[in-house]
């Protein structure tokens, strides 16, 4: 059997990586810091000191490295992956770049008969170091088959999302509820605040309620996105989740009203939620 070869052993990489140790195949792990590497050595993996070192023996490797010009380098540059690797080789890209970049550097490997995969991760260092991380795979399914083997290792859950640069896409959607949450949240703490209330409260609340409802991704249920039919089994449950939600909005707008907290927000979901919901069209843009 082929190693299983890691390239990036920071916050991320290295519980991901830790998690491949006893792995059969056998792991060889790379990282431009020797103090990344050392504990990874007294336990047995190989260390390579380029990344076309790792690759002559590893045809299964993933990548956790800044950014997209990193990545290139990784696999294009003067010690890069394509230099040495074996036809057949899957490397895993886990490093968030463009949808565009994952095709150009699926194109590039090609012409080496490697496959690239954009596998952007979601669970951040708590999914790595336990195990439990989300992983989106966007490339052939022969190679998402291939793959499965390393990703299985530090991923409870494994989506074989469609083609180079759909993974890509899915990571981006997915964060786009984390990031707009947090801006929601931060209105919240604010309002709070002039309320009086203790905050860390608030946010010990936010946290055990997100863990038994499921948070915002609890009403993303449907298989579709758009204005929901009349008939939809779906309809009066999101129609009690519109009344409820509305209510509380309006409350929120008018208590920042009182306290003199602006609210923009809370008057952006109001307008909102029922198109978000599927019960009416959404605006024209």
Wanted: aromatic share 4%; glycine share 12%.
């Amino acid at each position: 059997m082929s190693k299983f070869g890691f390239i990036g052993l920071g916050n991320i990489g290295a519980p991901m990586a830790e998690r491949l140790l006893d792995a059969p195949e056998g792991l060889v792990v790379m990282d431009v810091s020797s103090d990344a590497t050392e504990p990874f050595a007294a336990k047995g993996a190989t260390v390579a000191a380029t990344p076309a070192e790792l690759a002559r023996t590893a045809q299964v490797i993933g990548i956790v490295v800044q950014n997209e010009q990193q990545v290139r380098d990784v696999l294009d540059g003067p010690d890069g992956i394509l230099l040495t690797a074996a036809p057949g080789t899957v490397v895993a890209v886990h490093s968030t770049i463009s949808a565009e970049g994952a095709v150009a550097l699926a194109e590039l490997a090609a012409a080496s008969d490697v496959e690239v995969v954009d596998a952007p991760i979601s669970g951040g260092a708590m999914g790595a170091h336990d195990g439990s991380l989300a992983v989106m795979v966007g490339g052939s399914a022969d190679a998402a088959q291939r793959a499965r083997p390393l990703l299985d290792r530090y991923a409870s859950l494994v989506v074989h999302t469609g083609p180079v640069g759909s993974a890509t896409q899915m990571k981006i959607a997915r964060n786009l509820i984390t990031f707009a949450s947090y801006a929601a949240a931060g209105e919240a703490l604010r309002l709070a605040a002039a309320a009086g209330l203790d905050v860390a409260e608030l946010g010990e609340i936010v946290r055990h309620s997100d863990r038994i409802t499921g948070g915002p991704g609890a009403f993303m249920v449907r298989s579709e996105a758009g204005l929901m039919a009349d008939g939809d089994g779906l309809r009066p449950m999101f129609g009690h989740t519109l009344a409820l939600g509305s209510k509380d909005l309006e409350l929120a707008a008018e208590m920042g009203r009182d306290l003199d907290v602006p609210t923009p927000f809370a008057r952006l979901a109001l307008g909102h939620l029922a198109s978000t919901l599927g019960l009416e069209p959404y605006p024209e843009a």
